[in-house]
């Protein structure tokens, strides 16, 4: 987009006063009176910036509610058919996409069985932007980015630094394949239980800020929320859950050391010492009280048990928050869990540690990679007005 | 101490204005000019703030150096004949006390060996306070207050909520008892490995602002500094290193758990394995490269390379600092350690990962306790004040 020209500073005042108001909106719909309350600018500066983000499609004016004396006011809201964002998940034996609104509220979802350990680099991005286009079709509203989950450790230039359960994506910049084929120009890449930690705190942010998401995937990997932010660590690749030690003269893992917790509760060798074809299989035989089931499920409880002892008694979180494979077979898979960690996690006597089910699924990579992007937009709102609707310039530069 | 009545708006931009300028001073010493050019404060008033810290005996005015041309500028620092800290340890078999001047160098050290398992908490605390009433008077120098390193975990309260090796600290408040016995209102409870985390970061303030440091005494407990900052977790049990898991069935530890990284690294077991009376024979017994002894240290060395491995993984830290016996035995446990976190650490690859030794030593933790508290002093200059020397009411209340 291009704004009218003026001073730097103003146009500065105007991106903050955006923002301010944005934020508002995104705890609760309101009145343009109420907004001027909660964000101290006066009622003239409210009223320019909610007109011109209501012609633009990213306000929503409801009609008014016809209760009480005196002229009603209308509540304004961010609007569910105004940009979006959308999420892409490239994991080990699955493509995923899906789309986010300003709402926060999932429109759309994919879901796509992939052997990307076997297809060609190539293959792997053309499969997810043909299902990703699918989706935008179907949705048909303005696009601010794609958000990319990835099973890898990711630097901050986005480039996959470590996949050992995905070795052809490690080197890769996934943003740049996607960016040209999808013609947007922001895309970001993170790893998937990152992302599920974030899509956790959006979908629940009363549930709890501090907090350690679990992904059970075919790697485990996790997230780990502090006073409501992710926390990355120095070079992006905190939360390696997977790789803590359960024994150290355990089976070698893929990482290059021995007895790390994804050699006892990743799905490959959960499914496998089940004696079960897969997951659905793992499921359908857990539902039927099958014993080996059960007691591989229970082997795995407690080896994740210990690996979140070692984890929390390092980082000192009040909750646990499961999500993926373990999500799925969660009543199955908790009692050997929430045992070892009772007898292990130091704080557990002093405070009521919790241990709780992720009731976002299969989708919660692609959800928090969609809503990174609608997170980034309503905190810089020149992304979100580049990519709303045009206006006229005039009602756009009015105000400030 | 009382300040002149006066509006509290105008109070607390003094208050602002003073950290302004001892954040400058403690950062380098500077002439009046520089410190308003570097605050961005009128001359005037930085004029009025310092002459009031000289008089008050908590800057120091050098004789100008007599060099070039034009009316040479004083150079203004901390005062290290100030306001002093007291550190005071409670540690498993010795108690210890240090103080710190404003300039955050040691002033003195005393050090005891000390039975704490078996002495009377009353003993205990009467031995501390008799050991920092004698360093006190031998330094004569106003106190700010009293900074006090348990072997424990220690809740937001100052209540000592766990402390598996010396229990009878467990649901004690040292705070009470030694404000009481030492006649000062401020003392701040804090864990031993905090405090000489804490430590390393302002002794060495450019050797990096993301670190693990390694505590290795009878417990081996870790301070984990993120971006300068102390990551103490939400109830203040971050960095429990010594409950880190290293083989799920290993031996009983006495927090309930099994296989904890201080049944194969911490001193008792350190010394047992050696076969050796303590911990200056253990010492003597690698000095000589007595096989036992060394082999012992090996075993340790990679215990601890296993649990930091857990530990670096979850966290993605680039550096590590030994401290305690493990800076002691430096040189013996390094190899082992490394060469396990060259194999398990994720980012070992990605990132220049370094083992360090801290120089420190055996008075870490009472330099972080007393530092603790001289930092609060020049971050709330109004604590500094209320020590420093009673000076005329009207010049304390002149400028702004």
């Keep these: 987009m291009s704004f009218p020209v003026q001073p730097a500073g ?49 306000l929503d004016e409801a009609e008014p509610a016809s209760s009480g004396p005196g002229r009603p006011a209308r509540a304004l809201a961010l609007d569910p058919s105004g940009p979006i ?7 080990v034996d699955y493509l995923a996409a899906g789309v986010v609104d300003l709402t926060g509220r999932l429109r759309g979802h994919r879901h796509l069985p992939a052997d990307n350990r076997s297809w060609p680099v ?48 490690a080197g890769q910049r996934p943003a740049e394949q996607l960016a040209a084929a999808l013609s947007v120009d922001d895309v970001l890449v993170e790893n ?41 660590g120095v070079h992006g690749f905190a939360g390696e859950l997977g790789h803590v030690v359960i024994e ?53 409880g407690a080896a994740l048990g210990v690996g979140l002892s070692s984890l929390l ?26 045992s070892e960690l009772s007898t292990r996690v130091l704080s557990s006597r002093q405070a009521s540690g919790q241990v709780r089910r992720s009731s976002l699924g299969i989708d919660a990579a692609v959800r928090g990679a969609a809503g990174l ?11 979100l007005l580049a990519a709303a609707a045009p206006i006229d310039r005039v009602s756009a530069s009015s105000g400030s």
């Excluded at 105007?14 to 600018?41: I, M, Y």
């Excluded at 964002?85 to 994991?91: A, D, P, R, V």
């Excluded at 601010?144 to 901050?156: C, D, F, S, T, Y």
């Excluded at 000192?316 to 929430?338: C, H, K, N």
């Design 248 to 300: 150290r003269n355990g089976p070698p893992c893929g990482c290059g050391g021995r007895g790390c917790l994804e050699q006892y509760a990743g799905q490959d060798v959960l499914v496998r010492t089940a004696g079960q074809p897969d997951l659905a299989g793992l499921e359908a035989a857990v539902h039927r009280a099958d014993r080996r089931a059960l007691h591989a499920v229970e082997q795995a």
């Design 192 to 232: 998937e239980a990152n992302l599920g930690a974030l899509a956790r705190l959006w979908a629940a942010p009363a549930a709890g800020r501090d907090f350690v998401y679990v992904s059970g995937e075919i790697g485990v990997g996790a997230g780990v929320v502090v006073d409501g932010r992710l926390f990355r």
């Design 373 to 383: 992007i609608v997170d980034r937009a309503l905190t810089e709102p020149d992304r």
């Design 122 to 169: 190539a293959k792997i991005y053309a499969e997810a932007v043909a299902m990703a286009q699918e989706l935008l079709a179907d949705i048909g509203q303005p696009l601010l980015g794609v958000g990319v989950a990835v099973p890898a450790a990711v630097n901050g230039a986005g480039e996959v630094v470590r996949a050992p359960n995905l070795p052809r994506l």
């Design 313 to 338: 008694n390092v980082l000192d979180l009040p909750m646990v928050v499961l999500g993926g494979l373990y999500s799925r077979l969660f009543e199955a898979i908790t009692p050997a869990l929430t």
């Design 10 to 58: 103003q146009q500065t005042v105007r991106q903050h006063n955006l923002a301010l108001v944005l934020a508002e909106l995104r705890r609760s719909p309101g009145s343009r009176a109420h907004l001027a309350q909660r964000t101290g600018l006066t009622k003239a500066t409210v009223a320019s910036l909610v007109d011109s983000l209501v012609a633009q499609g990213i």
């Design 85 to 91: 964002g959308l999420g892409i998940e490239i994991n």
